[in-house]
């Protein structure tokens, strides 16, 4: 298919260099976005991750489907036109026609194969595996623009899933690349760590050119450096600014975010392997505090790792009553028991990670230890918060607990449970075989009985097992030039779609 081979691989990532190409740019339709993290790849199989996500999800790299997050919900078309439910259980996906990579060469069935294959590799420690947990999946190429997925057992959402992995040519090494090649609207022409990317409108794109000719990318951390960017038009969107910078109604949206905030902990280490440590924990933090101080109106309590509007949501589960005084007394009973409740517990936190993390942080530290804990609060970057963060975990690092936020915006509680719980989840704390049994039944089943499933599941993790210690649902608020025609939605956090930005 005369495709070129891509030669950057792992150690220009490494290398940090600066790839520039230059091109016309119709004057105005040129916008600049101001993000609170930087981002240390750029890798299409890690596009579910929101640093990396809101940059080239969708804009440089698209999927066969895509999940309809604006509009309410649904699986629309996207590399794939049509798909269909075979007799064996299989999906069909017809694949979309005279569509062309960045770099020039055709798109076809042997490009979704390798892609799928690639991103679910071993030998890549890509994040598209944890949503294909627990269920073995091959793809069979039946002719260049029709493909089969088989998957064992049978996924009814598997379309569903498939939005979630991102198309790369079929000579794609199976390695993290530098330079992404995508069917998308946009291609990289300029990445300086640390510093700035550009996107760049490509000819030849198969869908209606979008509006935006060109986007670039800065990493500012404080909010109000971002918000204050965008006022004095340094910048023409950012999209996550604090609720106190929040003052323009002309500018500034509220908007439902598909982030849960919690506290990930690890139930083999001591003293979090007693459940009444981790119960303590739960009872020790005052959650409603939170809300209209250092989080936005509209943020609401988590009592799972999906937002409420997700299949499967349990409303019969409770958010744990904020009692100090309780905890202590768990804590005196595990320590009667030999519990080593006094041992010093490291709390991890990616830095910059929403507005206000840093006093968030500081505030729980503080009601922790007022109920009897010894915590210790770390702030990491982005690269060294996700080796805590998924499998292998570092090993002898003594308890920690992990402050992390799960995106789940697609409406199933399988984009979440499996990575999440399962004793094989890459980001998984709790090892339980019933946990394991509902997570299989339920990602198998089909309608009321895998809502019903779904909500058993969540019931037992949170009360039985007390997985984590579960915080928000959080509400956004992004900044947006009057230039610019875009409103944010749940979607925003975790891809940002240039396509959906006009002018007015």
Same mark, same amino acid.
């Given at each position: 298919?005369?495709?070129?081979?891509?030669?950057?691989?792992?150690?220009?990532?490494?290398?940090?260099?600066?790839?520039?190409?230059?091109?016309?740019?119709?004057?105005?339709?040129?916008?600049?976005?101001?993000? %609170?993290?930087?981002?240390?790849?750029?890798?299409?199989?890690?596009?579910?991750?929101?640093?990396?996500?809101?940059?080239?999800?969708?804009?440089?790299?698209?999927?066969?489907?895509?999940?309809?997050?604006?509009?309410?919900?649904?699986?629309?078309?996207?590399?794939?036109?049509?798909? =269909?439910?075979?007799?064996?259980?299989?999906?069909?996906?017809?694949?979309?026609?005279?569509?062309?990579?960045?770099?020039?060469?055709?798109?076809?069935?042997?490009?979704?194969?390798?892609?799928?294959?690639?991103?679910?590799?071993?030998?890549?420690?890509?994040?598209?595996?944890?949503?294909?947990?627990?269920?073995?999946?091959?793809?069979?190429?039946?002719?260049?623009?029709?493909?089969?997925?088989? *998957?064992?057992?049978?996924?009814?959402?598997?379309?569903?899933?498939?939005?979630?992995?991102?198309?790369?040519?079929?000579?794609?090494?199976?390695?993290?690349?530098?330079?992404? #090649?995508?069917?998308?609207?946009?291609?990289?022409?300029?990445?300086? %760590?640390?510093?700035?990317?550009?996107?760049?409108?490509?000819?030849?794109?198969?869908?209606?050119?979008?509006?935006?000719?060109?986007?670039?990318?800065?990493?500012?951390?404080? %909010?109000?450096?971002?918000?204050?960017?965008?006022?004095?038009?340094?910048?023409?969107?950012?999209?996550?600014?604090?609720?106190?910078?929040?003052?323009?109604?002309?500018?500034?949206?509220?908007?439902?975010?598909?982030?849960?905030?919690?506290?990930?902990?690890? /139930?083999?280490?001591?003293?979090?392997?007693?459940?009444?440590?981790?119960?303590?924990?739960?009872?020790?933090?005052?959650?409603? *505090?939170?809300?209209?101080?250092?989080?936005? =109106?509209?943020?609401?309590?988590?009592?799972?790792?999906?937002?409420?509007?997700?299949?499967? +949501?349990?409303?019969?589960?409770?958010?744990?009553?904020?009692?100090?005084?309780?905890?202590?007394?768990?804590?005196?009973?595990? $320590?009667?028991?030999?519990?080593?409740?006094?041992?010093?517990?490291?709390?991890?936190?990616?830095?910059?990670?929403?507005?206000?993390?840093?006093?968030?942080?500081?505030?729980?530290?503080?009601?922790?230890?007022?109920?009897?804990?010894?915590?210790?609060?770390?702030?990491?970057?982005?690269? =060294? /918060?996700?080796?805590?963060?998924?499998?292998?975990?570092?090993?002898?690092?003594?308890?920690?607990?992990?402050?992390?936020?799960?995106?789940?915006?697609?409406?199933?509680?399988?984009?979440?449970?499996?990575?999440?719980?399962?004793?094989?989840?890459?980001?998984?704390?709790? !090892?339980?075989? $019933?946990?394991?049994?509902? #997570?299989?039944?339920?990602?198998?089943?089909?309608?009321?009985?895998?809502?019903?499933? +779904?909500?058993?599941?969540? !019931?037992?993790?949170?009360?039985?097992?007390?997985?984590?210690?579960?915080?928000?649902?959080?509400?956004?608020? *992004?900044?947006?030039?009057?230039?610019?025609?875009?409103?944010?939605? #749940?979607?925003?956090?975790?891809?940002?779609?240039?396509?959906?930005?006009?002018?007015?």
């Amino acid at each position: 298919m005369g495709k070129r081979i891509l030669a950057m691989g792992a150690a220009a990532v490494l290398a940090g260099l600066s790839v520039t190409v230059g091109t016309a740019q119709a004057e105005g339709t040129d916008i600049k976005i101001v993000l %609170p993290e930087d981002l240390d790849l750029l890798e299409p199989c890690m596009a579910t991750r929101s640093n990396i996500g809101r940059v080239i999800f969708q804009n440089v790299s698209e999927t066969l489907t895509e999940y309809d997050a604006r509009e309410g919900g649904g699986v629309l078309p996207r590399l794939a036109e049509t798909w =269909e439910q075979m007799p064996d259980g299989s999906w069909r996906f017809h694949l979309r026609r005279g569509v062309t990579f960045s770099d020039g060469s055709g798109f076809d069935a042997q490009d979704v194969k390798h892609s799928f294959e690639r991103a679910l590799s071993d030998k890549i420690s890509c994040e598209t595996p944890r949503y294909f947990g627990g269920m073995t999946v091959q793809a069979n190429v039946v002719d260049d623009h029709t493909i089969d997925f088989k *998957a064992d057992p049978v996924q009814p959402i598997l379309p569903l899933l498939m939005s979630m992995v991102t198309i790369v040519p079929e000579e794609t090494p199976i390695e993290f690349v530098r330079d992404p #090649i995508g069917t998308g609207p946009y291609k990289v022409t300029e990445w300086t %760590p640390g510093q700035r990317i550009v996107l760049t409108r490509r000819d030849g794109y198969w869908g209606a050119e979008p509006k935006v000719t060109s986007a670039t990318y800065l990493v500012r951390s404080d %909010p109000a450096v971002r918000a204050a960017m965008v006022q004095t038009g340094e910048a023409d969107l950012a999209p996550s600014i604090s609720l106190v910078d929040a003052t323009n109604p002309a500018t500034d949206f509220p908007y439902l975010d598909s982030e849960t905030v919690y506290l990930r902990l690890m /139930h083999d280490v001591p003293p979090m392997n007693d459940v009444r440590v981790r119960r303590a924990l739960n009872m020790a933090i005052d959650r409603q *505090a939170f809300i209209g101080t250092l989080l936005p =109106e509209g943020a609401e309590l988590a009592v799972a790792l999906f937002p409420p509007t997700t299949a499967g +949501w349990n409303p019969d589960v409770k958010v744990p009553a904020y009692d100090p005084e309780g905890a202590k007394k768990l804590l005196a009973e595990a $320590k009667a028991d030999g519990v080593p409740v006094d041992t010093q517990i490291r709390l991890i936190a990616r830095t910059a990670q929403f507005p206000n993390i840093t006093e968030v942080m500081e505030a729980m530290q503080q009601m922790l230890t007022d109920a009897g804990f010894n915590v210790k609060l770390e702030f990491r970057e982005v690269a =060294e /918060h996700e080796s805590f963060y998924s499998k292998p975990y570092p090993k002898d690092q003594g308890p920690y607990m992990l402050a992390a936020m799960h995106d789940n915006s697609r409406g199933d509680p399988a984009f979440t449970m499996y990575f999440k719980y399962d004793s094989e989840g890459m980001q998984s704390g709790i !090892a339980d075989p $019933k946990a394991d049994d509902l #997570i299989a039944r339920a990602s198998a089943a089909t309608g009321d009985e895998r809502a019903k499933l +779904w909500q058993e599941l969540v !019931a037992y993790l949170h009360d039985d097992v007390v997985a984590d210690v579960l915080l928000f649902h959080m509400v956004g608020y *992004a900044r947006v030039s009057e230039r610019l025609d875009f409103k944010p939605s #749940i979607a925003t956090n975790g891809q940002l779609q240039l396509s959906q930005i006009g002018f007015k």
